[in-house]
């Protein structure tokens, strides 16, 4: 029994669609920053990339999934080190295995979105300081010209930059990601504020060679949640996780500004204003967050996730946000006030056994319904993701997948949310009540900062 009206249809041509990300499928991208990084032990679950999903070779096997699903969108992202090896030199085989994945998605009846750039560098450029480089906004722009010259025949949806949020605050302030600096804020605004330029330089090149191109970006959004309501101290350090996390680089392309106090770290960026074409959004979930004099890497808070809501696979180390209903109406809701067309770009949760994936997806399909009819130009959804991929520092260990992936024999496996997503694309957003339930909080483990 379907729970929508014909009051609350989702619009003709809204977008069902997936994820994923180059160096978490396609195997065995040697000439990132991210294999020198697993090569060297540094990844939490010590685990390796490898073969990935294989999708080098085979993409076009889980494209075949996606079809038959009944999905009509994915998004994918070039690998910048197989394009531009070297500075400057072009690896030809590499773009016409881009130009027969994208044909493989057009003759599937999957519309491409591209992204340009999603956490791995080229090795030459991060070993001469990837996005605190003086000439890195150049090297973004020749690298997306070149891309969309390309494969520009082929795509038309454009992603610049996958999350410059968690690339900046990962790898520059907590250490998880390559280049593995801890509590350099300064820097990771400098490397924000770069990407933000390369963003508006590509956006403009993409422009030009396509002027009909839809161009943006995707942001991960966090919900921050004082622990406690009533302290005025704890939502002062929220709000300020909240501004630093989500809205610095939303704010450089939307206003050509970030506030005052830090704007002086950040050189000129006013002509940053305005170059977007859409609102990308990565919603996960919440975080609970509290004041602690002891934490100055992570802005003096204290980040935690209790114990009371279902939760997926635990993460070895850092929490992963908490799976809340309503993460999505929020997150939509304030970027909806920036008056372009919105999309969520990834959505999802770890979760080995589906235990709360059904559950997440049907109230997240429910809660997209209501925006859409109370007005919010929302255009499109993409789970995160198709297969089980390499989950950066988590590796392995860390399941998105709506099929499971064995590593090992490359066997795949459909889990019953692929079946339930399919359905519900098929039928543009219908949903079985049943599925609206909230799992047993089973998984019971409280996670904090480290
Ligand atoms: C990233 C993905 C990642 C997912 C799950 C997002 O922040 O864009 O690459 O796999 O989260 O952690």
């Keep these: 029994m379907a729970t929508f009206g014909p009051t609350k249809p989702f619009p003709a041509g809204f977008l069902w669609g997936v994820s994923t990300a180059a160096h978490q499928c396609e195997g065995n991208n040697r000439n990132n920053q991210w294999w020198e990084w697993e090569a060297a032990g540094k990844t939490r679950s010590g685990e390796r990339s490898g073969l990935a999903c294989d999708w080098w070779n085979k993409a076009e096997d889980d494209f075949d999934i996606a ?10 992202s ?12 072009w690896d030809r085989d590499a773009i016409q295995r881009y130009r027969q994945m994208l044909a493989g998605l057009h003759q599937r009846g999957l519309r491409p979105f591209v992204c340009l750039h999603h956490f791995s560098n080229p090795l030459w450029f991060e070993n001469t300081g990837a996005f605190l480089h003086p000439d890195c906004v150049a090297r973004f722009e020749r690298f997306a010209r070149k891309v969309v010259e390309e494969l520009g025949d082929l795509c038309s949806d454009w992603l610049t930059f996958n999350e410059p949020n968690v690339y900046s605050v990962l790898g520059y302030q907590l250490g ?16 924000l504020a770069n990407m933000a330029r ?13 002027p009909g191109a839809n161009v943006g970006w995707t942001q991960n959004y966090i919900v921050f949640q004082p622990v406690d309501d009533a302290s005025p101290i704890n939502q002062l350090a929220c709000g300020v996780q909240s501004y630093f996390y989500n809205d610095i680089f939303t704010d450089f392309i939307h206003r050509g500004c970030t506030r005052s106090y830090i704007q002086p770290f950040c050189g000129k960026t006013a002509d940053i204003q305005g170059k977007t074409d859409f609102a990308g959004v990565n919603v996960y979930g919440r975080v609970h967050v509290g004041l602690s004099i002891r934490r100055p890497a992570t802005l003096f808070a204290d980040v935690h996730i209790p114990m009371d809501m279902p939760q997926g696979d635990q993460p070895i180390g850092l929490p992963f946000p908490e799976i809340t209903p309503g993460s999505i109406t929020a997150i939509v809701e304030h970027i909806a006030k920036l008056g372009k067309p919105v999309y969520v770009l990834e959505n999802g949760v770890p979760d080995r056994s589906d235990r709360i994936r059904p559950w997440l997806l049907a109230n997240t399909v429910n809660e997209m319904r209501d925006l859409i009819a109370r007005g919010i130009d929302l255009r499109g959804y993409f789970h995160w993701t198709l297969t089980d991929n390499f989950e950066w520092n988590q590796g392995w260990h860390l399941r998105f997948g709506l099929v499971e992936l064995d590593p090992e024999t490359q066997q795949r496996r459909l889990r019953p949310s692929a079946r339930l997503y399919g359905e519900i694309a098929r039928s543009n957003g219908a949903v079985e009540d049943g599925v609206l339930a909230e799992p047993e909080p089973e998984n019971k483990v409280a996670t904090k900062t480290q």
């Design 78 to 89: 070039v690998e910048w080190s197989r394009i531009e090896p070297r500075p400057g030199e």
């Design 176 to 191: 998880e990601f390559p280049p593995g600096q801890k509590g350099k804020l300064i820097r990771s605004i400098r490397v």
């Design 67 to 76: 079809r038959d699903m009944g999905l009509n969108a994915l998004r994918f």
């Design 198 to 210: 390369a963003h508006a330089r590509a956006y403009e090149a993409i422009h030009q060679i396509q």
